[in-house]
């Protein structure tokens, strides 16, 4: 008899439900001929969202360069632009050998985190997360802490709980503004309590900024690296989501802050990055030209802007509904609404919507899969044209509706 072959334990802890079960059985129901409108990932190319024609264009004609391995940190032109954007953002200090170039940003979050902790070494996550950060910390050996976003301020990170969670243990804190799942975008005045809190404990920030640009109602966002140049941060963002890029695999690290204490770490940053040789070099050539060019994601944004027509109608059809209330995201591509647990006693979000996909073609992702720590959320992607999301939504009506006359909660 063959031994079997088993996942490392390093896995036990380590999910991602945006692409899990649900997912699995939602392509196996296509495959059986079903239609699945599919509210579930921030993958904006399927939705009629495109790459703008010149970065497409600049990778095309960059083709014949690309065939060899970059500098492992990245291409120098990418990389100068990369540091103009800091620059930009006002981020202090931050030089050609203080970016790093990744297969998206994604890549270079679990490889910040494998080049940082120890075993038992602890990570401050949000609560909700995008769980990438929380799989990441767990992979690399380190324990992650959830400190909870306040629905009820606005998904805003509640202080007081970071401050209860730190221990002697604790090495760093990750910060996802604008925030995926929720859409909050935090003011710079509580990002400077964050910045205080790291400084008080010396903790490392990572900042998750990959929706810096997908703002609605005219915000603006400030990168909590500038207003933190004594404390280490690691910014990280990319092409994926401000460019529609997704597929480029192209995301970049930023390191700044006091650098002189953690000259040991940027060098275990740099030995990894050497280990996978260097990102895919076409997607690097799509830098330079969408940092530097024109910023279509502004007209999609603005107040009559696709984006921004799509999130108001969610929200709208979505807070219709009895019993389901959600903070209107300020930024990215999500809702993230909240079902009365009165009206709605859910016991296992995930078999919940399990249900919804079976009986309704739909499919969204439970908010345990972002590792909140209540049955009574999920997540909705906006990206679908209107009458999509409309039907989709109108979809999701229907079977709550019928959840509620099971349940006896129809009053």
Sequence with gaps: MLRPVRKSSKLENVCYDIRGPVLARSKQMEEEGQRI???????PAPFG???PEEIIQDVIVNLPNASGYSDSKGLFAARKAIMHYTQGKNIAGVHIDDIIIGNGASELIVL????????GDEVLVPAPDYPLWTAAVSLAGGTPRHYICDEG??????LADIRAKITPNTRAIVVINPNNPTGALYPAELL???VEIARQHQLIIYADEIYDKVLYDG???TSIASLAEDVLCVTLNGLSKNYRACGYRAGWMVISGDKRHALDYIEGLGILASMRLCSNVPGQYAIQTALGGYQSINDLVAPDGRLT???????????AIPGVSCVKPEAALYLFPRLDPKVYPIQNDQDFILDLLEKERVLVV????FNWHQPDHFRVVFLPHEDHLREAIERIARYLESYRKQHGTAN
Excluded at 37 to 43: A, E, H, P, T, Y
């Design 219 to 221: 915000r603006s966002h």
């Design 153 to 158: 301020a606005g998904w805003m990170p509640d």
């Design 37 to 43: 409108i599919k509210l579930n990932i921030g993958n």
């Design 49 to 51: 969202f495109e790459a």
């Design 192 to 194: 400077k309590e964050i």
């Design 112 to 119: 910040a985190m494998q080049a940082l902790l120890n075993t």
């Design 309 to 319: 027509r799509q999130r108001d109608l969610a929200w709208d059809l979505l807070t």
């Design 366 to 369: 439970q908010g345990s899969g």
